[in-house]
């Protein structure tokens, strides 16, 4: 039987491979994206210590109507995800008026990012974060 604690522990617990995977899709190994993966892996496992010592009763009841796919359910997630997509349309709109707007939309999907990843997209991805780096001035090497 699936309780709230259960999917609680489930959606922290996958936190810290889908930030690995994430970081390893975009070749971003910087110290803030280490940083970002060492603070979630901190706080999942001192969530899972808690979880152990004190539990939380109220977590402990299951989840029955999502369990059962009850029809009441089913059209509440329905309704859940049509606003998600409303608003999720129009900020695609919104966002279409600034010219990078093309691009982005071209190499993201509506949900998720593009799982059609290609080495020569993963690097032209790469190349396009580093913009601001390659286009700093350079010292001549009689300063370096």
């Not at 936190?15 to 280490?34: E, G």
């Not at 309704?79 to 093309?102: H, I, Q, T």
Request: with cysteine; aromatic share 14%; glycine share 2%.
């Amino acid at each position: 039987m699936v309780t709230v604690n259960w999917i609680i522990n489930a959606h922290k617990i996958l936190a810290t491979p889908i930030l690995l995977a994430v970081m390893w899709h975009f070749h971003h190994w910087s110290a803030a994206a280490f940083l970002y993966l060492g603070l979630h892996g901190t706080y999942t496992l001192l969530w899972l210590i808690k979880q152990a010592v004190f539990p939380d009763k109220r977590f402990a009841q299951p989840r029955f109507v999502i369990v059962s796919w009850h029809w009441q359910a089913a059209l509440v997630l329905a309704g859940w995800f049509l606003y998600c997509v409303r608003n999720m349309r129009r900020k695609d709109k919104s966002m279409s008026r600034y010219p990078e707007f093309a691009a982005y939309k071209q190499r993201t999907g509506m949900l998720l990012p593009a799982l059609n990843c290609t080495a020569a997209s993963a690097l032209r991805t790469k190349l396009d974060y580093d913009v601001p780096a390659r286009n700093k001035p350079r010292r001549p090497a009689s300063q370096v």
